[in-house]
Structure formats: structure tokens, C-alpha cells
């Protein structure tokens, strides 16, 4: 059974800076794609940024320029440093991974909350 286990989500001051992980832990194949996702109050869950085992990456154009996304691949893991957050950046974030075989796994989601 694979899962993945976020981190790093909390309350910040806008103009401030989270970093959030994930990990997989399980019998997971070779990881091809991870991303992390997001969905806010009334909102479709949408992309945030995603990344490929051959290190091409892509962002949402909301977060371009702030959010970074990286990974660990003997970890299994993957990361979100989001900085110069905005209230409008408030949501519950979840990540995602696809194995090679095509199998997608999603973690359960950490709260982030932008807020003066």
C-alpha cells in the first residue's frame, strides 16, 4: 500500500514563506511525475506545479516567480517552497505522484492559510 505524507502547512502572514514535503512510503515503482495541487474555499482543485523524472518543471501562472517545486527521487519525495505568499494563495494543498506503470497516488492534504 503506498502513501504519501504531506508536511510544512500552517498560517502565514502574506509576503511570508512555507516549505512543504511529501513523502511516499510504500512499494512504489519507479516515480515519473509529481506535482502538488491545490484547492481553495469554493475553487476546482487546480495545478500548482509539477515536475518530471527528466527534471522538466511547470507552474501555474499565479505562482511564477514565487513557488519552486523539487524533488528527491531516493526519497521519494517531493517539495514546495512557496515564498511572497498571498491571501489568494489560501487553499489545501495536496500532492501527486504517477509511477511509471501510470498509477497516480494523492496525499491527503495540508492546510495553508495566508492571513494577516
Known amino acids: 500500500q503506498v502513501q504519501l505524507v504531506e508536511s510544512g502547512g500552517g498560517l502565514v502572514q502574506p509576503g511570508g514563506s512555507l516549505r512543504l514535503s511529501c513523502a511516499a512510503s510504500?512499494?512504489?515503482?519507479?516515480?515519473?511525475?509529481m506535482g502538488w495541487y491545490r484547492q481553495g474555499p469554493g475553487k476546482e482543485r487546480e495545478l500548482v506545479a509539477g515536475t518530471t523524472s527528466g527534471g522538466s518543471t511547470n507552474y501555474a501562472d499565479s505562482v511564477k516567480g514565487r513557488f519552486t517545486i523539487s524533488r528527491d527521487n531516493a526519497k521519494n519525495t517531493v517539495y514546495l517552497q512557496m515564498n511572497s505568499l498571498k491571501p489568494e494563495d489560501t487553499a489545501v494543498y495536496y500532492c501527486y505522484f504517477r509511477d511509471v506503470p501510470g498509477r497516480g497516488y494523492w496525499g491527503q492534504g495540508t492546510q495553508v492559510t495566508v492571513s494577516s
Open positions: 510504500g512499494r512504489i515503482f519507479s516515480i515519473n511525475a
